[in-house]
Nanobody, 117 residues
Framework: QVQLVESGGGLVQAGGSLRLSCVGTGHAFNFYSVAWFRQAPGKEREFVAHILWSADPVKGRFTVSRDNAKNTVYLQMDSLKPEDTAVYYC????????????????WGQGTQVTVSS
C-alpha cells in the first residue's frame, strides 16, 4: 500500500514558476514509477510528465525529478501559461510508466494550480 500527498500548488502569473511535491509513504515507495497528471474543469484527466518523458504541451517547460532519500517526486513548472490551470495529481504504480491514468494504482488528493494572464 502506498499513500501520496501533493503540495506546492497556488496562484501564479503567466510566465512564472511553481514546484509541486509528491511525498510517498508505504512499503518500497522508491521502487514505484511516479507520474504527474492534471485535470482542468470540464476536461478529462491528462498525462503531464514522468521522469522519463513528458507530454507535448509541457515539453521544455516542465521537469520531473526525484529525491529517494526524501521519498519525494517533484514537478518543476516553468514558463507557466493560463492553459496550465488545473488540479495536478501524482500517481504511482509498481510496474507501469505510461500515460494511461487507468493503469496507475495509487493517487494523491491533488493540488490546485492557477495561472493568471
Amino acid at each position: 500500500q502506498v499513500q501520496l500527498v501533493e503540495s506546492g500548488g497556488g496562484l501564479v502569473q503567466a510566465g512564472g514558476s511553481l514546484r509541486l511535491s509528491c511525498v510517498g509513504t508505504g512499503h518500497a515507495f522508491n521502487f514505484y514509477s511516479v507520474a504527474w497528471f492534471r485535470q482542468a474543469p470540464g476536461k478529462e484527466r491528462e498525462f503531464v510528465a514522468h521522469i522519463l518523458w513528458s507530454a507535448d504541451p509541457v515539453k521544455g517547460r516542465f521537469t520531473v525529478s526525484r529525491d529517494n532519500a526524501k521519498n519525494t517526486v517533484y514537478l518543476q513548472m516553468d514558463s507557466l501559461k493560463p492553459e496550465d490551470t488545473a488540479v495536478y495529481y501524482c500517481a504511482a504504480d509498481r510496474y507501469y510508466s505510461g500515460d494511461d491514468p487507468d493503469q496507475y494504482s495509487y493517487w494523491g488528493q491533488g493540488t490546485q494550480v492557477t495561472v493568471s494572464s
